[in-house]
């Protein structure tokens, strides 16, 4: 995968907005599933990811969802 920088994908936007952050985390959805994209991107962004769906997840569905979704957390 071509390393890229946060502002080449953000394009000028702000990055104090959720836009900015659904921006970047659907970019790192295009690798593919969780363990493809653990195994290509750093730690920080990883964690970035997670929590940005998290959030994302919370904000949709609430947290009903988000352990309804998880067969671990059922």
Request: hydrophobic residues 45%; glycine residues 6%.
């Amino acid at each position: 995968m071509k390393t890229e920088k946060i502002s080449d994908v953000l394009q000028g936007m702000d990055v104090n907005t959720e836009d900015a952050i659904v921006t970047l985390s659907d970019k790192v959805w295009e690798i593919g599933e969780l363990s493809e994209i653990k195994n290509q991107v750093s730690d920080a962004v990883f964690a970035f990811h997670i929590v940005a769906n998290v959030i994302g997840i919370y904000k949709g569905d609430g947290w009903q969802a988000i352990i309804y979704k998880n067969p671990i957390l059922k």
